[in-house]
C-alpha cells in the first residue's frame, strides 16, 4: 500500500510561483509512474501533468504547457510541480497519484493511489 502526502501549496498573487511536492511511502517509489491533477468544487478532477518511472517522459494538459514543470527524485520519494507564472484560475486543490507502470497515464481511474490535496489560491 503506497501513502502519498502532498505539500506545498498556499495562498499567492497572481504571476508568481509555488512548488507542491508529493512524498510516497510504502512501496518502491520507482515502480510508480506519477500525476498531478486538480479539481475544483462542482467540477471533476482534471489531468494537470504526468511523469513515467524514471522522469525521461512527461506530458502536461494544454492549460498549463510552458508554466508548470513536473519531475521527481526518486531518491527522496518525491514529486514536485513547479508551478511558475500562476494565474488565478489555476486555483485548485492539487493532487498527486500513483500507477504502477513504466509508462504515463492520464485518467483519474488509471491510477491506484491518491494524497489527501493541497490547496492553490490564486489572487488577482
Known amino acids: 500500500q503506497v501513502q502519498l502526502v502532498e505539500s506545498g501549496g498556499g495562498l499567492v498573487q497572481a504571476g508568481t510561483t509555488l512548488r507542491p511536492s508529493c512524498v510516497a511511502s510504502g512501496g518502491t517509489f520507482s515502480d510508480y509512474g506519477m500525476g498531478w491533477f486538480r479539481q475544483t468544487p462542482g467540477k471533476a478532477r482534471e489531468f494537470v501533468a504526468n511523469i513515467n518511472w524514471l522522469g525521461g517522459r512527461r506530458d502536461y494538459a494544454d492549460f498549463v504547457k510552458g508554466r508548470l514543470t513536473i519531475f521527481r527524485e526518486n531518491d527522496k520519494n518525491t514529486v514536485y510541480l513547479q508551478m511558475n507564472s500562476l494565474k488565478p484560475e489555476d486555483t485548485a486543490v492539487y493532487y498527486c497519484?500513483?500507477?504502477?507502470?513504466?509508462?504515463?497515464?492520464?485518467?483519474?481511474?488509471?491510477?491506484?493511489?491518491w494524497g489527501q490535496g493541497t490547496r492553490v489560491t490564486v489572487s488577482s
Open positions: 497519484g500513483a500507477v504502477r507502470t513504466t509508462g504515463i497515464a492520464y485518467s483519474v481511474g488509471s491510477y491506484e493511489y
